[in-house]
Every structure is written in C-alpha cells, then in structure tokens.
C-alpha cells in the first residue's frame, strides 16, 4: 500500500524478501551458482510489516521492520515478542550501492530469550562494464543466557569477483570465511564450532538470451573435522555444482 500521493513511501504487510545479504533468491541473479556461507545462514525471506521509503533521487532507501523472527512464518511456540529490522541503502550512481541492514530480536520461546544483535553490510561496485566487486561483512551478538550482559559473536567477510569476458561467458571467484566458534546460527558439536574458509570458481554460458548454463568448483576448509570425506571425517570438502537457468 502506497501511504503518500507525492513521495516514495510504502507499506509492505505479509510475506516478503528478507532485507538482509546481497543475494537474490532467483539463482541465476547471482554472482557464483551457490550461496555463499552468509547466504545460506541468513534469512531469505521473512514475514510481518515493512515501512520503506525511497527519496525522490532514488540515490537513498530507507526502511523499519516488525517481523516474526528470523526466518519465521509465524513466531516458535512460546515467543510473544516480535523482532524488529532495519535498512538503508545508499546508491550514488550506478557504479555503487552501499548497504546496512540489522536484525534485533530473540528467536526462541520466552523462558529462555536469547537477544541477538545481527549487523550486515555489503557494498557492489561496478568498476567498469564487465567488472564488479561484491564486498560482504556480517557480525553478530548473541546473549550467552536469559539475561546475561555476555555475549557469543560471530562473524563472516566474503568478497566475489565477476568479469563479463564477453555476451555469453562470465566468470566469478569468491572468497570467504565464517566464524561461528559458539554456535549461534551453525551448531557443529565440535570443540571449535564453525570456523571455516571456503573459495570458489564459476562459470556461465549463455546458451539463449533466456538460458543459462553455470559450473561452480567449490572447496571448504574448516578448523575442526565437519565434513566428511571419503566416508571419514574430514576438516576439508569439495564439490561441484552445475545448473541450467531457464527463465520466462
């Protein structure tokens, strides 16, 4: 629902696409063919009300969020708080978007409220016509227990390199880390948690303008033995991941 005749100003109520990350839930939007460890531990989409307002030069978006929780239809059982969100994103051309986006809330039932504090910043830069830079940090705050002034953290950078070698072939290289050591959002049951680089390589071809063939080779490199490898347990992971993208 638009609130205003003359300014950019809407109301989003329901269902809708979480205002935190820089990826895109339609895969083939995206720089690299998987999600990137940020990606795939924050929400996708989320539900409750959204006030957002774009200025009239389109250069700033700002908006204030009351939601169910994080990544929550509806609230878990014995939850009667909602979480709060919020976003502002600065375009000053169509070279750069920089991005802020927190998340404020407790995402367990009342008895044991947990507050977490979730900050996420990302900035893509277009530095020429076939060359961009995604530039992603995520930090996090959790209480340790109901009540406590300690906290658990937890944080991820990740940078992805994209060059349009010509109409129909683009590669992307990406690098990341995620350090989750207490288990906030990855619980591993692993003396170190969840501390791990990964690296990737993708390639796309656009076969039609509507279709796209990706490959992505992908490794993962963790502080403790998560993975498993050769049916053992393993402290590194490989794969390879290819996709065909059709759209209508």
Sequence with gaps: MKLSKKKNFWLDAGVFPSHIGFESAVGKSCDALTRCILGDNTPSYESGI??????????WF?????????QRIARVDGNNTPAFGTQITFTPSGKV????????????PDTVTLMRYYHNFYALLNLTDKFRITLGFDYCMEQKSKGSSEYNTLYSPVM????QCCNKLAIAVRGEYYNDENGIIIVTGTQNGFQTFGYSLNLDYAIRDNVLWRIEGRGLNSKDKIFSLDNNPNSQNYFVTTSLAIAF
């Design 97 to 108: 978007t920089l991005n802020y986006s927190t998340f404020i809330g407790n995402d367990k």
């Design 50 to 59: 959204k006030i957002g307002y774009t200025s009239g030069n389109s250069k």
């Design 160 to 163: 992805i390199l994209r060059y």
């Design 62 to 70: 700002l908006s204030a969020l009351v939601i169910n929780g994080w």
